[in-house]
Nanobody, 111 residues
């Protein structure tokens, strides 16, 4: 199992980013997948999940209404679309399946 995140960067408050997580060695749609984030000096926290087969989604309160998790079976990829970004969203974002993590992608929200 390998996960590779991409799409992070520097964005101004109110801006948007779409993170991608490409999986190999397994089929993303057959597993529950999740996004987590870790800000400097803080514990890693759950952001959003998407369920296997049904695609049922769930979000942390901090992400509700602003973030959307989705997947593309053809590309075997997981996405996190983030809108109306805030400075407190600054963190390294990770995707996770079972006990496997990607290397993370840095998101910095700053003017």
């Amino acid at each position: 199992v390998q996960l590779v995140e991409s799409g992070g960067g520097l964005v101004q408050p109110g801006g948007s980013l779409r993170l991608s997580c490409t999986g190999s060695g397994f089929t993303i749609s057959a597993y529950d997948m999740a996004w987590f984030r870790q800000a400097p000096g803080k514990n890693r926290e759950w952001v959003a999940s998407i369920g296997k087969f049904t695609g049922l989604t769930a979000y942390a309160d901090s992400a509700k209404g602003r973030f959307t998790v989705s997947r593309d079976g053809a590309k075997n990829a997981l996405y996190l679309k983030m809108n109306n970004l805030k400075p407190e969203d600054t963190a390294v974002y990770y995707c996770k399946v079972l006990d496997s993590w990607g290397q993370g992608t840095q998101v910095t929200v700053s003017s």
